[in-house]
C-alpha cells in the first residue's frame, strides 16, 4: 500500500495558477500510474487528470485540458499538478490515487481503476 499526502490548495483568484503536490510513502511509487480527480459537495468525485508510471503518457478531463498539467518525479515519490487559468467552477477538493495495476502503458480515467487515496486538499477559486 501506498501513502498519499496532497497539498497546495488554497484559496486564489479566477484567472490565477496553483500547483498541488502529491508526495508518496513506499518503494514502489514507481511502477504505478498516477491520477488526480476532485470532488464538491453532494456529487460524485471526477477525474482530472492522469499520468502513467513513466511519466510518458498524460491524459485530462475535457474541462481542463489546455489548463492543467500533470507531471511526477519518481526520485522525488511526487505528483504534481499544475492549474493555471482557473475557474470557479475548480473549486473542489482534489485527491490523487494510484492505479490499482502496475506498469500500465496507458491509464484508464475511471475512479474504479484507482486505489490508495490521499486526504485530499481543498481548492477555491473566488471570482
Known amino acids: 500500500q501506498v501513502q498519499l499526502v496532497e497539498s497546495g490548495g488554497g484559496l486564489v483568484q479566477a484567472g490565477g495558477s496553483l500547483r498541488l503536490s502529491c508526495a508518496a510513502s513506499g518503494r514502489t511509487f514507481r511502477n504505478y500510474g498516477m491520477g488526480w480527480f476532485r470532488q464538491a459537495p453532494g456529487k460524485e468525485r471526477e477525474f482530472v487528470a492522469g499520468?502513467?508510471?513513466?511519466?510518458?503518457?498524460?491524459y485530462y478531463a475535457d474541462s481542463v485540458k489546455g489548463r492543467f498539467t500533470i507531471s511526477r518525479d519518481n526520485a522525488k515519490n511526487t505528483v504534481y499538478l499544475q492549474m493555471n487559468s482557473l475557474k470557479p467552477e475548480d473549486t473542489n477538493i482534489y485527491y490523487c490515487a494510484k492505479e490499482r495495476v502496475a506498469l500500465r502503458p496507458y491509464g484508464v480515467p475511471v475512479t474504479g481503476n484507482y486505489e490508495d487515496w490521499g486526504q485530499g486538499t481543498q481548492v477555491t477559486v473566488s471570482s
Open positions: 499520468i502513467n508510471w513513466s511519466g510518458t503518457y498524460t
